[in-house]
């Protein structure tokens, strides 16, 4: 529709809004559905309400309609959140018994086996993500990573000493990290004058 044409719909609609035969119209065709919609159901049909007359006297003043109150809304379910992850502050170091090489093609349980339970694991589609300590997940940014396709190891992110991988990593080597006392600082030249 055009916006002109809109425009006359709502000043038609104002317009014609407090209209009495309008409105009694409107009475007559809401009772009439109200009375279908009753005979359906198999309920006598209802007597339209009619206004009570008002019985105020002088000296008794009428009583304050309460104040309208909003519907009550239904309760909100919710939003699921991701478990809270504690995040390393600093690395500890980690030692462990259980070491050992894994090679590509291993089951889960062959890498559970020898490196023991992980501290997370994570499962979408047909991947599966074993996540293991490695002293330097500050550092590192991230645990130990063990990648299985259908059940199968095919890739491995290692940084502690003991986890190897004899497969060709997607990882590059570890680097040390480039760390100064004090952490790191911007520092900003002062403007040259002109």
């Known amino acids: 529709m055009r ?10 609609a104002i317009a014609t809004s407090g ?3 309008i409105k009694s119209q409107y009475t007559k065709i809401k009772d009439t559905i109200v009375a279908k919609i009753a005979e359906r159901r198999g309920r006598a049909p209802a007597a339209p309400a009619q206004p009570a007359p008002a019985q105020a006297t002088p000296e008794t003043p009428a009583p304050q309609p309460a104040p309208a109150t909003p519907p009550a809304k239904p309760p909100r379910r919710p939003a699921i959140q991701a478990p809270e992850i504690s995040r390393p502050t600093r690395d500890t170091p980690y030692d462990s018994p259980n070491t050992g090489t894994i090679d590509p093609g291993m089951s889960e ?17 047909d991947m599966t993500f074993l996540y293991y300590r490695n002293g330097c997940e500050y550092s590192c940014g991230t645990e130990d990573v063990v990648f299985l396709q259908n059940g199968k190891v095919v890739d491995a992110v290692l940084r502690w000493p003991g986890h190897r991988y004899s497969g060709q990593s997607s990882s590059p ?10 952490g790191d600082t911007l520092t900003v030249k002062p403007p040259s004058s002109p």
């Open 173 to 182: 080597a570890a680097t040390q990290p480039h760390l100064r006392r004090g």
């Open 19 to 21: 209209c009495e035969q």
């Open 3 to 12: 916006r002109s044409t809109l425009w006359m719909c709502a000043l038609l």
């Open 109 to 125: 349980e062959d890498v559970y086996s020898m490196w023991g339970p992980p501290v997370g694991v994570r499962r979408q589609a």
